[in-house]
């Protein structure tokens, strides 16, 4: 059950409704087995968590979503594909880092298409900045990595700097190759428009 007042929602297959939103959870309480920790923030309709989950049934992927119509369909996925990998978490992005997760649980954390806010006076809203980065290192293992890709050419950039001027990570390369990395609903929809996407990986220091 997801309670809030006198509101009352049956949970989803596959959601996970954390004990109490204003502690830390313990991803084990919430998974079968003990395996590495992937996150997509801001999964939207989830192609991409579940064809990874599929793909990776070693791994565990906890797929991160605000709107309710896309976390009940991701669940549902989940269910139907038999994925016993796969948890989905009704809430913002930053807050979960911040606040939700454990230091040092993540082993690679996906950030795919993300709204670029494109008016300057948005700017301030976009996902990729200082206190996400800190975020961000603060829930990966050392040698974690974040994955980011966007069509947005001025939000790349943007991500680049903030990259390339933030100490935490280290830029790798990421070669259409490196690795198994299934295409996203938006990815598909933007390149059938003719838009290109770009990526940025990064790695958490090791020591
Ligand atoms: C442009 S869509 C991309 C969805 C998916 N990653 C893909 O590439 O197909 C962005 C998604 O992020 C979700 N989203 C936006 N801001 C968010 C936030 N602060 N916290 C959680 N989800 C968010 C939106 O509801 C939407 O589903």
């Not at 959601?15 to 959870?25: C, G, Q, R, W």
């Not at 990729?128 to 790349?156: A, I």
Request: with cysteine; hydrophobic share 35%; net charge neutral.
């Amino acid at each position: 059950m997801v309670t809030r007042g006198k509101f009352v929602r049956p949970r989803e297959p596959n959601e996970l409704v954390p004990k109490d939103y204003f502690s830390e959870i313990k991803i084990s309480d919430y998974f079968v087995t003990d395996c590495p920790l992937e996150i997509d923030l801001g999964c939207g309709d989830g192609k991409f968590t579940l064809e990874m989950a599929e793909y990776y049934p070693d791994r565990n992927f906890l797929a991160v979503e605000r709107l309710l119509g896309r976390v009940r369909k991701v669940c549902r996925g989940a269910e139907k594909r038999g994925l016993q990998n796969v948890r989905v978490l009704r809430l913002e992005s930053l807050y979960t880092l911040e606040w939700l997760l454990p230091e040092s649980c993540v082993d690679r954390l996906h950030l795919l298409c993300p709204d670029p806010w494109p008016k300057a006076k948005h700017h301030r809203r976009r996902l990729f900045q200082n206190p996400f980065l800190d975020s961000v290192v603060r829930v990966l293992k050392p040698g974690g990595e974040l994955l980011f890709k966007t069509d947005h050419d001025e939000y790349f950039e943007w991500s680049q700097e903030h990259l390339a001027e933030y100490s935490g990570l280290e830029s790798l390369a990421w070669p259409n190759d490196a690795f198994f990395y299934p295409k996203t609903d938006f990815q598909i929809q933007w390149e059938a428009e003719g838009k290109r996407l770009q990526g940025l990986r990064a790695r958490k220091a090791t020591s």
